[in-house]
């Protein structure tokens, strides 16, 4: 099962062990200097450090490091077996009997190296790299795929390192059939090389072929990943276990050493070349079943590749139907001809790829587009505009002293009708960026002639109306074929780093407002009440006038009957006028009636009060 074994045709330890070092040699470095340079570019594009990013170019770098893994194993296994050589050609020295050879010692270190170290280590390293890569792989939202216009040529360079992994894994057969008949072991691992290298050829050359159907069948781009990160965390999870497995034995082991790098998973795939013949070849050779008997499994052997042309070419011709979505209108191409005719929904004839292709457009869909900021994060939108918004746009309003921003958002839609339809398909190649332009020029002109209480005080409506029937003309200007639905405006407000001296002005003008309308207020009060207390000293006036009228009549016609009733009889009128006189001055008054029998005399010095005073005088009358 694993190779660290006794060689049979090393029967002496003092004879030299094979390696690399002849002819071998440059072969084992330029696939271990190819894998490794081509498995970091693939890895820099894939991550993003340059280029749009890949997660099959990320795991196709893991695999090419996971052969360079091996092929540098190789190239160490014989700086070993070297050692091995010097062990057996080392004389102990007459003068130290103790001495242990230094050569053991270094070739026991360089073992602990080898699968530990150069082995085990980097193995774990590239399976725990392959497994964040697979749960990346899971999230729809973050996972991404070779781009459009790299497509085409991340697909030639795939090919051009099939075609090397190719030249290599003849090498490799090569030598290890060398191996076999004449020279012994001069390269323990060319059988493992070989199989490394064939399945580096093989992923890349799916790899090329898969870039380039993309545009048609996106999905094989995301199963052809698949398919090679198990690949790759099964082949690392076993050469760990056959790496550990072959450090524990090499304790106990004194033969010619030969690193663990036979996978049995490529032995079984890779082994032949061919997948299907190496199949067959494991089954046979290690598990003693035989085919040479079997008339029916080797018909099924010999059309297996028949059958998989008869598909490929059954695959092809049904690249001729293809189907036009509900929202979507379809374009046919035959060998780069355009039809000038728009396909409807439903299923459509064209020629087989390459020859012939259908593009649709989503002329159902409404797109939007942010204008006066750029929208990069989740997507929410900021309505209090004091806060800071994602790379706001400031517009210089026609004094040149004031700026403004405007946030609106811009929906539209690919025309419909033969004409509009068919502007948008040839004019443009990238529409989206033409509408950019043109909906930030048309805002510019809008806010270049306008103060800015002008534009604060028009209404969003008539704002957003006036922006879209200029867009509009724009792009009929231009033939865009883009109809716009509709211009949202979200926010218009001065620049955020300006709000807290705009507020103040607002706060200002509004406090200022308040105070007048108070004052207002109070002077209406101050009128109506001195127009009401005004009014009530009239009304009061004139009562008051009124009731002396009336007095003065009383008196007047009192005094007129008064002088009538004296001129009837003056002495009667006396008597009554004197008679009313004494009631007015004795009323409320305390009167004593004394008998004229009845003599009483006053003390005047100690009563002088004004009763006693009266009593005495009536007293005396």
């Not at 691992?189 to 050359?205: D, V």
């Not at 390459?354 to 939108?381: H, R």
């Not at 025309?415 to 033409?434: C, I, K, M, T």
Request: some cysteine; overall charge negative; glycine content about 6%.
């Amino acid at each position: 099962m694993f190779e660290y074994e006794e060689s049979p045709t090393q029967e002496k330890k003092n004879a030299p062990v094979g390696n690399p070092r002849g002819g071998w040699r440059g072969l084992v470095w330029a696939s271990l200097l190819f894998s490794a340079g081509s498995g970091v570019a693939a890895l820099l594009y894939g991550t993003q450090v340059y280029g749009a990013g890949s997660v099959l170019l990320t795991i196709l770098g893991l695999q090419l490091l996971l052969v360079t893994v091996s092929s540098f194993l190789a190239l160490h296994a014989g700086r070993l077996r070297e050692k091995q050589a010097e062990i057996a050609q080392w004389k102990k020295p007459e003068w130290g009997e103790d001495t242990e050879n230094p050569y053991k010692i270094e070739f026991d270190q360089g073992k602990i190296l080898h699968f530990l170290v150069f082995g085990v280590l980097p193995t774990l390293l590239l399976a725990i790299c392959a497994g964040y890569v697979m749960y990346y792989g899971t999230q729809p939202d973050k996972i991404r795929l070779v781009s459009a216009s790299h497509s085409v040529l991340a697909a030639i360079l795939t090919m051009v390192c099939c075609i090397l992994w190719l030249v290599l894994a003849r090498s490799y057969d090569a030598v290890s059939s060398l191996g076999e008949k004449d020279a012994g072991d001069s390269l323990p691992e060319s059988q493992a090389l070989g199989e490394a290298a064939w399945e580096s050829c093989w992923w890349m050359g799916l790899a090329s072929l898969v870039l380039l159907v993309k545009s048609f069948f996106p999905v094989f781009e995301l199963v052809l990943f698949w398919c090679v990160a198990w690949w790759i965390l099964a082949v690392s999870v076993e050469q760990t276990i056959r790496l550990f497995y072959g450090w524990m034995k090499s304790r106990h082991t004194e033969g010619t050493f030969v690193s663990p790098i036979t996978v049995f998973l490529r032995y079984m795939v890779f082994v032949r070349g061919n997948p299907i013949n190496s199949l067959f070849y494991t089954l046979e050779e290690r598990w003693g079943v035989s085919f040479r008997s079997s008339w029916a499994i080797r018909f099924v052997a010999k059309a297996t590749l028949p059958a998989m042309l008869m598909v490929l070419l059954l695959w092809w011709g049904l690249s001729s139907l293809y189907v036009v979505r509900v929202n979507e209108f379809g374009v046919r191409r035959d060998c780069g001809r355009i039809h000038f005719e728009p396909l409807q929904p439903g299923l459509h004839v064209k020629l087989p790829w390459p020859f012939g292709s259908i593009v649709t457009y989503p002329v159902k869909q409404v797109s939007m587009m942010p204008i006066g900021y750029e929208q990069t994060g989740s997507g929410q939108f900021l309505y209090l505009w004091t806060k800071a918004h994602e790379n706001e746009f400031e517009l210089v309003l026609g004094d040149g002293k004031e700026a403004v921003a405007v946030n609106a958002m811009v929906h539209y839609k690919i025309r419909e009708d033969h004409e509009g339809f068919f502007q948008y398909v040839l004019n443009f190649q990238n529409p989206s960026e033409a509408i950019n332009a043109y909906a930030h020029r048309a805002l510019t002109e809008l806010t270049r002639t306008s103060t800015l209480e002008q534009v604060l005080a028009t209404e969003r409506d008539r704002f957003a109306a006036e922006i879209q029937k200029r867009l509009q003309g724009y792009l009929d200007e231009n033939r865009m074929g883009v109809e716009i639905v509709e211009v949202a405006m979200l926010n218009l407000h001065p620049p955020v780093k300006v709000a807290g001296s705009y507020l103040d002005v607002i706060s200002a003008g509004v406090n200022a407002r308040q105070y007048e309308i108070v004052e207002e207020g109070r002077k209406a009060a101050a009128v109506f009440e001195a127009q009401e207390q005004s009014e009530q000293i009239v009304a009061d006036a004139k009562v008051r006038s009124a009731e002396m009228v009336a007095q003065a009549g009383a008196e007047t016609a009192e005094f007129l009957a008064a002088g009538k009733s004296y001129d009837v009889n003056p002495e009667c009128f006396q008597l009554r006028y004197w008679l009313d006189n004494i009631q007015d001055v004795l009323r409320n008054k305390r009167l004593v009636l004394v008998d004229q029998s009845v003599d009483i005399y006053f003390d005047m010095q100690k009563n002088n009060s004004p009763d006693a005073s009266r009593n005495a005088i009536m007293r005396a009358e």
